[in-house]
C-alpha cells in the first residue's frame, strides 16, 4: 500500500517543487472552504430544522384550533337543552301519532336543513331513537342502533362521542359527533348527531407544507381519522406510539419530520409530516452554492497555483540548470533577470557568483603565471654564467691538479644542485630535498670561496623533512648571507639554517654572522617584504622579495620572510611558512 | 368497527395468529358496516323508501302521513328521504344511496328525463323494486305509477275557472277582450305538470283566454312566492293565473302583498293542490278555485302496491288513479275543518 503511494507520488512526481506548492495553496485554499461551508450548512440546517419544527408547530396548533372551533360550535348545537318541537317529535313518533308528528317533523327536517346551511362541512344532523328510527335532514329512515353505538367513543369530558370515518347512508364519507338528549316529556333519551365531511378534514389541513408534505388526523388509539390518502382512513397509524412524539421517522425511503399536537376537545392528535427531503431541498441550494463556489475556487487555486508555481518554479529550474553547467565548467552562464523579488535576488547572486568565480579563476591563473614567472626567475637567477664558470673553472683546476676525488665531488654536487633546481619542473619539492640542495650549494660555495664560512643545518623537528615546500626557497637567502653577510666580513663566516615548527607554521631560520644590516635599511628592507613600499627597480633585493611573494601567493599573506640584523654582528632571516594557507 | 377500511388495509400482515385476528376483525368490521349502511338491524322487515321531489313541499306530508300508518299496519321499515329543496342531483344521488343499500322497493316523485330513467332503471336491474307516485317516469322500468289523472286535474281545473268567470260575468267567448293569462309550474319535463297545463290549454282553446307568460319556479316554494310577486307587480293587468301546483300557497295572504291587491283588483286565480294553507287563500279570496290531489291515498296505497307486489308478486295496473278534490265557494268550509294545518305555530 505504502508503495503503492509512493508509486503515485512518483508518478505525479510529488517531490517536485511545483507540485508541493500546487498541493500547498489546494490545502490551504480548501481547508478554509471546507470549514466555513460545513460550518455555514450546520448552522442554516440547524435554522431551518428549527424553522420548520416551528412552522409545523404553528400549523398543528392552529389546525388544532380550528378543528377544536369547528367541533365545538357542532357540539353547541347538539348540546341543546329542552326543544320544544323535538320533544313533541319524540313524544308523537314514540306513540305512533302520525297525523299529529307530520308537522314537527317538517319543522325538524326544516331546522336541521338551516343548521346544514349555516355551517359548512355538515352532511346530516340526525335524532337517533333507542330503537334505530332517525329523522334527519333527509327525512327519516332507520339504522341499526346497536352498531351505531359500538361505533362511538367518547372524548374526554364523556358527553361528546366520536366515530371513525365511515361512508354514510347517503355514501358520503363522514365522521359522526353525538351527544345524548334527554326529553323532559319521554322517558327514552335520543342520540343528536352531526355528520362531518371528511372534506371539512381536509380543508382544514389544507396547508401548503411542500408537494410530499402532509398532515393527518389520528384519535387516540392512533387510528387514522383522517389522512390524504383516503386508504389509509381507519388503519392504525405506523407512527403511533403512546401519543405521536416529535421526532424524525422513516416513509417508504424518505425521511419525515413528525410534529403533533393533541386536541383535548376531540380527543384527536393533528399530525404534520414535514417531508425532510423537501426541508432539505432549500439546503440543497446551500450545499450546490457551496459546491460551486469550492468548485470555483478551487479552480482558481490550481490557476493561481500554476501561476505562482510556474513563476517559482521557472527560474529556479533555470537556476538549477545553469548551476549544473556551471558545475560542468561552463562559467558563461548567466540568468536573465526579471523582476525584483527574492527569485530574481537569487539569480542576483547567481551570476555575481559566476562572477566572482571567473574573476578568482582569473585571478587564479594569473597569479600561477606570476608564480611561474618567479620561478623561472629563480632559477635564472641559479644559473648565474659566474657561478656555473667559477665553478667549472674550479673542477677543471681541480682536474689539472689530478685532484680528481674533489673534482667528481664538485661535478657530483653541482649535478645534483641543478636537478634538484630543476626537480624535474616541480613546483613543490620536499623540505629533505631542498635542504640536499641548499647543502649541495653550500658545498659548492664553500669550494669556492675556500672555506671561509663554515654552515650548521639544524632541523628541529624531523618530521617536516617530509612535508613538501616551493622549490629554491632556502638557496636564494643562504646565497644572500654567503655574499652580502659573510664574504664583506673579515672573519670565519658561519651560516646556521635551522627547521623548526610551531603550530602549523614551519619556520626556517637562515643566520649569518657577517656584517649585518644597517637598521634603516632591515626597516626598508621589511616593509618591501610587507607590500607596505614600492621599489621600482625590479633587481634590487631580487632573492628576498622573490622568496617572499612565492610563499605569500601559495600561503597566503601570513607567510613570507622577516629580516632582522645587528650590524656587523649577525643577520638573521626568518621564513614562515603558514601550512593553514597553502594551496 | 364501523369502517369499511380497517379489513384491505391490515391484510397484509404475516404472521398467522395477526391475520386471523384481521381477518376476524374485518368480518366484524365489515358485518357493522354492511348492517350500518345497507340495512338496518330489523333487517327481517322490508324496507321500502318513499322519494318524494323535496321535503319542503307540505303537499307530500299527507302522503308521509298515510305511508307511515300503512307502514306499521304492513309491518314495513318505511323510509322517507329527500332533498329538503328539490335538486335532481340531490335526488339521484339519494335515489343511488338506497340501490347501494339495496332497499327492497322505493316509491319515488320524479322528473320525465332521461337520467332518471336510468336510474330507475339501474334500481330494477339491481332488483329493487321502483314504483312512482305524483310524478311519473313513464319511459322507465318503473313498475306502476300512483297518482292523480293530470289531464284530468287540468281540464277540472279550466272548467272550474271558466265557472267562476261566469259568476263574476267576465265573457271568455268574446273575441275583441282577451283575457291574458299567467301559467306558473314547476319544472319543465315534470310529465305530471305538462298534462296539466295541456289539459287546461285544450279546455280553454275556444275562449278568449291567451296565455301571456308560463313561470317556472323550479319546484321552490320560496322562489315561486318570490316569482308571483315580481310577475304580478310588473303585470297588474294580468287577468288570470293557473297554479299548476300549489307552490306559493303555504305562505300567508300577508306574505303575498302584491297578488293579494291583484287579486282585490279582480284578478282571478285558480290552481291544483288543496292543503290547509291553500284554503286559508281562498277563503281571503286570493284564490278562486282549487283541484287537490289525494296525496294520502298515493302513500298508502302506493305502499301497500308496492308491498304486495314484493311480497307476493301481485302486478298491479301500471296506473294507478287517485281522485280529485275540488274547493269552491260551497265546500270551502267544510274542507278547512278537514285539512289540518300543516306548520307548527
Known amino acids: 500500500m505504502f508503495n503503492f503511494i509512493k508509486k503515485i507520488a512518483n508518478g505525479i512526481e510529488i517531490h517536485t517543487l511545483r507540485t508541493k506548492l500546487i498541493i500547498s495553496f489546494l490545502i490551504i485554499g480548501l481547508l478554509p472552504i471546507l470549514l466555513f461551508g460545513f460550518l455555514s450548512f450546520n448552522v442554516y440546517s440547524g435554522a431551518i430544522n428549527d424553522r420548520i419544527n416551528n412552522y409545523s408547530q404553528e400549523m398543528v396548533n392552529r389546525m388544532k384550533r380550528d378543528l377544536e372551533d369547528y367541533i365545538t360550535e357542532v357540539e353547541r348545537f347538539l348540546s341543546k337543552e329542552q326543544d320544544f318541537y323535538i320533544n313533541q317529535f319524540i313524544k308523537l313518533t314514540q306513540a305512533n301519532d302520525f297525523r299529529n308528528s307530520r308537522k314537527y317533523a317538517f319543522r325538524i327536517w326544516e331546522d ?20 334505530g328510527r332517525r329523522i334527519s335532514s333527509y327525512g327519516t329512515y332507520n339504522i341499526d342502533i346497536d352498531n351505531f353505538k359500538e361505533s362511538l367513543y367518547a372524548d374526554e369530558s364523556d358527553e361528546t362521542f366520536f366515530t371513525q370515518p365511515y361512508i354514510n347512508y347517503f355514501q358520503e364519507e363522514v365522521v359522526t359527533v353525538a351527544r345524548y338528549y334527554y326529553p323532559e316529556i319521554a322517558e327514552e333519551n335520543v342520540l343528536i348527531s352531526a355528520d362531518i365531511d371528511l372534506d371539512v378534514l381536509a380543508d382544514l389541513t389544507d396547508f401548503n407544507l411542500g408537494e410530499k408534505s402532509y398532515f393527518l388526523i389520528a384519535d387516540q388509539n392512533g387510528d387514522i381519522i383522517y389522512h390524504p390518502e383516503k386508504s389509509k382512513i381507519g388503519e392504525r397509524s405506523f407512527y403511533y406510539s403512546d401519543g405521536f412524539p416529535d421526532r424524525k421517522v422513516s416513509l417508504k425511503g424518505e425521511q419525515y419530520l413528525l410534529t403533533s399536537t393533541y386536541s383535548e376537545v376531540t380527543g384527536w392528535y393533528i ?101 611561474r614567472q618567479l620561478e623561472m626567475e629563480s632559477l635564472d637567477n641559479q644559473i648565474k654564467p659566474h657561478f656555473i664558470y667559477n665553478t667549472l673553472d674550479l673542477i677543471i683546476g681541480l682536474l689539472e691538479n689530478k685532484d680528481f676525488d674533489r673534482a667528481t665531488h664538485m661535478v657530483e654536487a653541482l649535478g645534483k644542485f641543478f636537478r634538484l633546481s630543476l626537480s624535474h619542473g616541480k613546483e613543490m619539492v620536499l623540505i629533505r630535498n631542498e635542504i640536499k640542495h641548499v647543502k649541495n650549494y653550500l658545498f659548492i660555495q664553500q669550494f669556492r670561496h675556500g672555506e671561509e664560512y663554515e654552515y650548521i643545518i639544524d632541523i628541529e623537528d624531523p618530521e617536516i623533512m617530509d612535508k613538501h615546500i616551493p622549490k629554491l626557497i632556502l638557496q636564494p637567502i643562504v646565497e644572500n648571507s654567503i655574499y652580502h653577510g659573510l664574504l664583506p666580513a673579515d672573519k670565519k663566516g658561519l651560516i646556521i ?87 | 368497527m364501523f369502517n369499511l377500511y380497517s379489513c384491505k388495509n391490515n391484510a397484509n400482515k404475516i404472521l398467522l395468529f395477526v391475520v386471523l385476528f384481521m381477518i376476524i376483525m374485518c368480518f366484524s368490521a365489515d358485518a357493522g358496516a354492511e348492517i350500518s349502511s345497507k340495512k338496518t338491524a330489523d333487517s327481517d322487515k322490508m324496507t321500502i323508501a318513499f322519494v318524494p ?64 330513467d336510468r336510474i330507475i332503471n339501474r334500481a330494477m336491474e339491481a332488483g329493487i323494486a321502483v314504483a312512482t307516485f305524483d310524478a311519473d317516469a313513464p319511459n322507465s322500468n318503473r313498475i306502476f305509477n300512483i297518482g292523480i289523472d293530470n289531464y284530468e286535474a287540468g281540464k277540472v281545473t279550466a272548467e272550474g275557472l271558466l265557472k267562476v268567470l261566469d259568476q263574476k260575468n267576465i265573457d271568455y267567448n268574446d273575441p275583441d277582450q282577451e283575457l291574458r293569462t299567467m301559467i306558473m309550474t314547476g319544472v319543465k319535463g315534470a310529465l305530471n305538470l305538462e298534462k296539466r297545463i295541456n289539459a287546461f290549454l285544450d279546455t280553454v ?70 292543503f290547509y294553507d291553500a284554503l286559508v287563500l281562498q277563503d281571503r279570496g286570493l284564490i278562486h278555485y282549487l283541484v287537490g290531489q289525494d296525496m294520502a291515498t298515493m302513500g298508502s296505497k302506493g305502499l301497500s302496491t308496492l308491498y304486495n307486489y314484493i311480497k307476493y308478486g301481485v302486478k298491479p295496473p301500471e296506473y294507478i288513479k287517485t281522485g280529485l278534490e275540488i274547493s269552491n265557494q260551497e265546500n270551502l268550509d267544510r274542507l278547512l275543518r278537514i285539512h289540518q294545518p300543516w306548520r307548527v305555530k
Open chain 1, 112 to 131: 336541521f336543513n338551516n343548521v346544514k346551511q349555516l355551517r359548512p362541512g355538515l352532511k346530516d344532523v340526525a335524532i337517533t331513537f333507542q330503537d
Open chain 1, 271 to 371: 399530525i404534520s409530516m414535514a417531508s425532510a427531503d423537501e426541508v432539505e431541498a432549500e439546503l440543497n441550494y446551500i450545499t450546490n452554492l457551496t459546491i460551486y463556489m469550492t468548485i470555483i475556487v478551487l479552480i482558481l487555486i490550481i490557476l493561481l497555483t500554476l501561476y505562482l508555481s510556474s513563476s517559482l518554479s521557472k527560474p529556479i529550474q533555470k537556476l538549477q540548470e545553469l548551476t549544473h553547467r556551471a558545475s560542468e565548467n561552463d562559467l558563461s552562464v548567466k540568468i536573465e533577470i526579471s523582476g525584483d523579488d527574492e527569485i530574481a535576488e537569487l539569480g542576483q547572486s547567481f551570476n555575481k557568483m559566476i562572477r566572482r568565480i571567473n574573476k578568482l579563476m582569473e585571478q587564479n591563473v594569473r597569479e600561477q603565471k606570476f608564480l
Open chain 2, 53 to 116: 321531489r323535496s321535503l319542503e313541499n307540505p303537499i307530500f306530508l299527507d302522503a308521509f302521513e298515510h305511508s307511515q300508518k300503512k307502514a306499521v299496519d304492513l309491518g314495513i321499515n318505511l323510509e322517507w328521504l329527500g332533498s329538503f329543496s328539490f335538486d335532481s342531483e340531490k335526488q339521484i344521488k339519494i335515489i343511488d344511496s338506497l340501490i347501494e343499500r339495496k332497499v327492497d322497493g322505493m316509491i319515488i316523485s320524479v322528473n320525465d328525463t332521461p337520467k332518471y
Open chain 2, 205 to 274: 282553446a275556444d275562449t278568449n283566454i291567451v296565455i301571456e307568460d308560463i313561470v317556472e319556479n323550479q319546484d321552490n316554494v320560496n322562489l315561486s312566492v318570490e316569482l308571483l310577486e315580481q310577475y304580478v307587480q310588473k303585470n297588474p293587468d294580468i287577468d288570470i293565473i293557473f297554479f299548476v301546483g300549489g307552490w306559493p300557497f303555504y305562505v300567508p295572504a300577508e306574505a303575498l302583498p302584491n297578488f293579494r291587491n291583484w287579486a282585490q283588483n279582480g284578478g282571478v286565480a285558480v290552481g291544483i293542490d288543496i
Open chain 1, 497 to 583: 639554517i635551522k627547521g623548526l615548527r610551531k603550530n602549523k607554521n614551519i619556520y626556517f631560520k637562515i643566520v649569518d654572522n657577517g656584517v649585518g644590516i644597517a637598521p634603516e635599511k632591515v626597516e626598508e628592507i621589511n616593509k618591501i617584504l610587507k607590500g607596505e613600499l614600492k621599489i621600482d627597480d625590479q633587481q634590487k633585493y631580487f632573492g628576498l622579495r622573490n622568496v617572499n611573494q612565492r610563499l605569500k601567493l601559495m600561503y597566503g599573506g601570513n607567510s613570507g620572510l622577516k629580516v632582522e640584523s645587528v650590524e656587523n654582528e649577525k643577520t638573521m632571516v626568518t621564513i614562515r611558512i603558514d601550512q593553514r594557507g597553502g594551496k
